[in-house]
């Protein structure tokens, strides 16, 4: 199993910027997928960001492109999720999750191991 702990999140003003990070122990992780979710008071878990195992190949919400970007460092055991242009509609809850498989998925189905989360406070 795949434990993960997220860390950097806090209060920015809108248009600043985040670095989440993801720190994972367990041997596996390297080879699994990794994903980031969020989940906003009285809203769904909601899908962010994904990677796949080795990194080459990334995925995003139509409503974070081109202002967020996943990555990971294997040798480190961490993934990252650098969030730029942020929004007062980016605030939730930020969870990383490990994937079951190796390629890059939405679906939290797909995501065995969750941390706990960082809270993400964007405001106008």
């Known amino acids: 199993q795949v434990q993960l702990v997220e860390s950097g999140g806090g209060l920015v003003q809108a248009g600043g910027s985040l670095r989440l990070s993801c720190a994972a122990s367990?041997?596996?992780?390297?080879?699994?997928?990794m994903g980031w979710f969020r989940q906003a008071p009285g809203k769904d878990r909601e899908f962010v960001a994904t990677?796949?195992?080795?990194?080459?190949?990334?995925d995003y919400a139509d409503s974070v492109k081109g202002r967020f970007t996943i990555s990971r460092d294997n040798a480190k055991n961490t993934g990252y999720l650098q969030m730029n242009s942020l929004k007062p509609e980016d605030t939730a809850v930020y969870y990383c999750?490990?994937?079951?498989?190796?390629?890059?998925?939405?679906?939290?189905?797909?995501?065995?191991?969750w941390g706990q989360g960082t809270q993400v406070t964007v405001s106008s």
């Open positions: 990677i796949s195992w080795s990194g080459d190949t990334t």
């Open positions: 999750a490990a994937g079951i498989w190796s390629s890059m998925t939405r679906d939290f189905r797909d995501f065995s191991s």
């Open positions: 367990g041997r596996t992780f390297n080879s699994r997928a």
